[in-house]
């Protein structure tokens, strides 16, 4: 049975279908921004809480949606449930952002590396995806996400946050055969997440590669882009009667577009570094395009977001396939007022590049 959605918008747009104006939704728009987010977060405890807490993800998730008219929900969550669910310990130290416990330096630790099951050490997650969607009552789709397979090995081997990457692209380097086994069990991890999340009621999802960008051109395509690959092959295709479009946002990879274009997903995202009418030349009608409006600029004016937006929306043209969104996610430090000024300019500026 197909289901029914008040607004598929930003499905429509994934599939390159028409739509009579250019849905948004945007990254980290359930966050620190939002006062009643942060009420929310401090009745958990901390943010893993949160994460790990199917009612309180479930209210923090809907909470933009009461503020905004935003096409799409997308799940409160974390890219290191994985590596958690793996038995490396995560924690978020106040201040400092995550932290790895037990991160992956020796050789004997790699090949003891195993895929969880969804199913048991991350069944908050699915429950949480559940939840939410009953909770929508088809107003809007849902989004279901993952980190990318060199993103969480950044993550797994640094041990947290890194200004030059050492631990892992020493590895790249001298041990090669290390790296493609922690990518290949953790691409496992987040094909089997992914469909968990498809499963449960994720009606499209999302693979956040935030640092593959920080690769040579070479371990770009050796170390990166052949998991996104083998996760786009991955995937459910078809859930409720419906195609189930696939995003792959590599922040930084603009130079790379034309080789993501045919890794097998349905959507890239795009951050503020690549004009968007030059993208969408490169790719033409390969996929659609997701972004780019940088999360700065929502520190202007109201008119200077206008004005921004509208640049976007020029650059790309006429025609579907874009979702509107950031380059990346939105700073805590916003004014809601000037997202709401964003959403609106979005939803008003793009019907007259749309024929339906």
Known sequence: MVSTL???RFLRALMRQPVDYTPLWIMRQAGRYLPEYNATRAKAGDFLSLCKNPDLATEVTLQPLERFPLDAAILFSDILTIPDAMGLGLRFAAGEGP???RPLRDEAAVRALHAPDPSVSLR??????SQIRRALQGRLPLIGFSGSPYTLACYM???GGSDDYRHIKGMLYARPDLLHHILQVTTQ???DYLNAQIAAGAQAVMV???WGGGLSHAAYHTFSLPYLQQIAAGLTREADG???PRIAFTKGGGLWLESMADAGYDALGLDWNVDIGDARRRVGDKVALQGNFDPMALFGTPASIREEVGRILASFGHGDGHVFNLGHGVSQFTN??????LVDSVHTLSRQYHAV
């Open 6 to 8: 008040q607004n598929d």
């Open 99 to 101: 932290k790895i416990d």
């Open 124 to 129: 908050y997650v699915t429950d949480a995806v």
């Open 157 to 159: 081997i640094e041990g």
């Open 189 to 191: 991890a987040v094909i």
């Open 208 to 210: 956040f590669d935030s």
């Open 242 to 244: 419906r195609v189930v």
């Open 336 to 341: 809601p007022e000037h997202v709401a000024v």
